[in-house]
């Protein structure tokens, strides 16, 4: 098959057209700039990497098209996972030309080893973190790796536990509040699934590590995210139709009433402390 831009051999098809390598990757940077655009995003940029294939192809992104970038990892101490996950990052700066800044749980007093739902604990310390490292860093804003896929596969697993409030923070871009020590949220991959997210880090030789979370394997969400990919292998543009109408169900529902200063560490916070101080408490109590 030939790419339906010039005579090179397709490697892709996406909504009935073919493309070849150099038009992927032009197709794959065009959706990133949309959303860099959309959203007049400027100044140093936080880059959240996993040591996963999304994260390296949206620092990769970023990095091509220009946009200034402060890469950082934290290491969650999940054994036989982090330190892999941390090397591939770290391989990945290298060839970008980029330091690496590493950010240690254990350093706030945090493991995630004896946790009940380890999965809850993580995305509260690592939005937390991420959030932090942004802020100290003086950037304008932090980028993860979410791809379209993650987005609707989260909404749905949402809708499944009849989790509404969890919609929020999910649509591509959420604005910072200085007052709050918020810093803007992105996810330059916001438009692309998996698929072309791993397409792209492999055209690039990017590194990243295969393996699995443990926590994760056998979570429901593998199993949406696998109904999400049949159901649009059927009927094309599915997915994105469904992170439209989340975007605009997060837009509805948005309230910022309730939203406070946390009393123990000063960033924002739903209720007087912080679910991340929560956390540390709670921990440091179980060390003694
Ligand atoms: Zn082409
Ligand atoms: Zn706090």
């Given at each position: 098959m030939k790419c339906e831009y010039c005579n090179g051999e397709a490697i892709e098809v996406i909504n009935g057209k073919a493309y070849c390598e150099k038009h992927f990757s032009k197709y794959f940077l065009g959706r990133v700039r949309s959303v860099i655009d959309k959203f007049n995003i400027r100044g140093k940029i936080a880059v959240a990497l996993s040591g996963g294939k999304d994260s390296a192809a949206c620092l990769h992104a970023l990095h091509s098209i220009g946009m200034k970038v402060k890469p950082f990892y934290i290491n969650l101490r999940i054994p036989d996972y982090s330190e892999a996950c941390e090397k591939k990052a770290a391989e990945l700066c290298d060839i970008l030309g980029y330091e690496l800044e590493v950010i240690d749980i254990a350093?706030?007093?945090?493991?995630?080893?004896?946790?009940?739902?380890?999965?809850?604990?993580?995305?509260?310390?690592?939005?937390?973190?991420?959030n932090k490292f942004a802020f100290d860093e003086n950037c304008d804003?932090?980028?993860?790796?979410?791809?379209l896929s993650d987005a609707v596969t989260f909404a749905f697993n949402n809708l499944a536990n009849v989790n509404i409030l969890n919609f929020r923070g999910n649509k591509p871009y959420l604005k910072g509040k200085e007052e709050y020590r918020m810093v803007a949220k992105v996810k330059p991959l916001y438009w692309l699934k998996d698929k072309e997210c791993m397409l792209y880090t492999i055209i690039n030789n990017l590194p990243f590590a295969e393996e699995e979370c443990p926590y994760s394997i056998n979570a429901p969400t593998l199993k949406i995210k696998d109904w999400l990919h049949a159901l649009e292998g059927e009927w094309p543009n599915v997915m994105i139709n469904f992170a439209k109408s989340f975007w605009k169900l997060e837009e509805m529902m948005e309230k910022e009433g309730n939203i406070n200063i946390c009393?123990?560490?000063?960033?924002?916070?739903?209720?007087?402390?912080?679910?991340?101080?929560?956390?540390r408490a709670k921990m440091e109590k179980q060390e003694k």
């Open positions: 350093e706030y007093g945090i493991s995630l080893e004896r946790e009940r739902k380890p999965c809850s604990t993580c995305g509260t310390v690592k939005r937390y973190l991420m804003c932090v980028a993860t790796g979410h791809n009393k123990k560490c000063g960033f924002a916070s739903y209720g007087s402390i912080c679910k991340f101080c929560k956390i």
